[in-house]
RNA sequence: GGCCACGUGGCGGAGUGGUUACGCAACGGUCUGCAAAACCGUGUACCCCGGUUCAAUUCCGGGCGUGGCCUCCA
């Protein structure tokens, strides 16, 4: 099987061929941990976990190795917790305390609600999760390195990579130097050489996260944002690799960047062999901003987004009914669609026990460039056949449990978007009093057995107008019941 | 202002130079005390204007709309 996959760099889909047949590696760039993550932010995370599940499954095939099935699948995703934003919102919740202090209780507490958040999405943990505090020294030895080559320069205690010097600069973005000059709006700080030149190290200010400096500056300073990337991404995969993954919004100038620094320091002629970029997502048609009130984190959509605390797997499913690089529009409507659809399918493979039988044609659309609408659309037919255990076995290679009881949907605090609009959600923040709706509770299996029973007895005494009144009672508790000819059956719906 | 995407039936969403996408919803039918479920069936979509072509939703050019990047935002 030939897996395809787009590369932005040279805008075309080709034949993914690892550079080591004995390791696929991979590098997507991951959270700057000062706030919690939002359904954005968890969109990477779901299509570079399918590509994980992927590679690995091709790799225990033998695809690259010649059928021995060998091949290791290294999976690096960092954590930035060395951030301008991150110094903010520690000195602004945390006032009191030193700001180192506060920032460790800022990036644990995010931290540890992302890897919360992106387990409850089905997610695998990469290979490797680095951290940018951990890796100075290799970051500093980039930037020697890059001094030493004539690529950055030191100028008023910053380091400055020198754009002109690297003559590709803006092959990822498609973009030359002078365009992107023509373009700029900000406002150029006269140490630079040129315009474009962007930080490799800068001196802290008081207070501030702080390391000897490289490059013979005196004063402690800390990395600029791209080199961590470089930096971690060398150390665990090496100077070239297969993969380098992220959100469009990372090509310029993030991913432009860290090409930049790689290929001068290790005079490369790539960094990563394929660019792989999600595309971006809106939230009921509209840019998701905390002003528009229509900002949704995963941890509200776990717990309640439109009056309903949806399971993480519902949330999975939804972002792979789109294909990865377009951009999608999260929408109430659409969500409630997955959800359905996924409870449907999980009552067909009820009590399955899985196996690592993958159906061909499910295999190749998820090698045609990750093809998951395409996917979906041969799990219906799956499902149409009849063919429960394909269906069941492909869920499981992507990530779903297939175990309705893990799906099941409950009412949850209203906060945020309504089926309707997002008028008001702002209002319902201010107060909390009105937002929160009790959890809805299920009756017992007893209880419902007991209702049933009576309504059979109803129905065979041909009391109708009682059974109906006993199946409307029912349906309010979220039990739908479907008479066959063997009796009555009843099933908690979502 | 510069660069880059996207625009498909009520909704979601693939794909293709000429043939049914698919799913959800809707509607009709079979079945049923009535429902539900199940099964069968129905819809004839591709932003606008030019061009290329025997033929364009699909290729090329222009326009309009939406969004992204150029402000360390996935």
Same mark, same amino acid.
């Given at each position: 099987m030939e897996l395809k996959l787009y590369d932005t760099l040279t805008r075309e889909k080709r034949v993914f061929v690892p550079l080591d047949p004995n390791n696929v590696r991979m590098y997507v760039c991951g959270p700057t941990v000062y706030d919690f993550a939002h359904i954005g932010n968890a969109r990477p995370v779901i299509v570079f976990d399918v590509l994980f599940r992927l590679l690995r499954h091709l790799a225990k095939q033998g695809v690259w190795d010649g059928g021995k099935g060998e091949t290791k699948v290294t999976y690096v995703r960092n954590i930035t917790d060395v951030d301008d934003k991150i110094n903010a919102r520690a000195a602004e919740e945390y006032p009191d305390l030193p700001l180192n202090e506060a920032i460790r209780k800022v990036t644990e507490k995010t931290d540890k609600q992302f890897h919360d958040d992106v387990a409850a999405l089905g997610c695998l943990p990469p290979t490797v999760e680095p951290r940018a505090t951990e890796h100075i020294v290799e970051m500093k030895a980039l930037i020697e390195r890059l001094i030493a080559s004539g690529n950055a320069y030191v100028a008023d205690g910053n380091v400055l990579f020198s754009? *002109?010097? &690297? $003559?590709? @600069?803006?092959k990822l973005a498609k973009r030359s130097l002078d365009e992107m000059i023509a373009g700029a709006r900000v406002e150029v700080a006269p140490y630079k050489r040129d315009p474009m030149d962007f930080i490799l190290w800068k001196p802290s200010k008081p207070g501030e996260p702080a390391w000897p400096s490289p +490059?013979? %500056? +005196?004063a402690p300073g800390r990395p600029g944002w791209h080199i961590e990337c470089s930096a971690m991404s060398w150390k665990y995969l090496g100077e070239m690799f297969d993969i380098h993954g992220g959100g %469009?919004? !990372?090509?310029? $100038?993030h991913h432009e960047d860290e090409i930049a620094q790689s290929r001068c320091a290790?005079?490369? $002629? !790539? &960094? +990563?062999?394929f660019w792989m970029h999600n595309g971006f997502l809106q939230v009921e048609g509209e840019k998701m901003a905390k002003s528009l009130g229509n900002f949704v984190t995963i941890k509200e959509l776990l717990e309640g987004w439109c009056g309903y605390s949806w399971p993480g797997e519902a949330l999975r499913f939804n972002m792979l *009914?789109?294909? @990865?690089?377009q951009p999608i529009d999260w929408k109430f409507e659409s969500l409630d669609e997955s959800h359905k659809i996924l409870w449907e399918w999980y009552k067909d493979i009820e009590g399955l026990q899985e196996d690592s039988r993958v159906s061909t044609d499910v295999i190749a659309w998820l090698c045609d460039d990750l093809n998951t609408p395409e996917l979906i659309t041969e799990l219906h037919s799956l499902r149409k056949k009849k063919e429960f255990k394909s269906l069941y076995n492909a869920l499981q290679l992507l990530g779903f449990s297939g175990k309705r009881e893990n799906i099941i949907r409950r009412a949850g605090?209203? *906060?945020?978007?309504s089926a309707a609009g997002i008028a008001g959600s702002f209002n319902a923040k201010e107060n909390p009093d009105q937002i929160t709706i009790a959890g809805e509770v299920l009756p017992s299996d007893d209880q419902i057995e007991k209702l049933v029973s009576m309504r059979s007895a109803a129905r065979v005494a041909k009391n109708y107008k009682e059974s109906d009144r006993i199946r409307d009672e029912l349906k309010k508790m979220g039990i739908v019941l479907h008479d066959t000819k063997d009796g009555t059956a009843w099933e908690k719906v979502r």
């Open positions: 754009v *002109r010097s &690297m $003559p590709d @600069y803006g +490059a013979g %500056i +005196a %469009i919004d !990372l090509v310029f $100038p290790f005079h490369t $002629p !790539l &960094m +990563a062999n *009914r789109t294909h @990865y690089r605090t209203s *906060r945020g978007v």
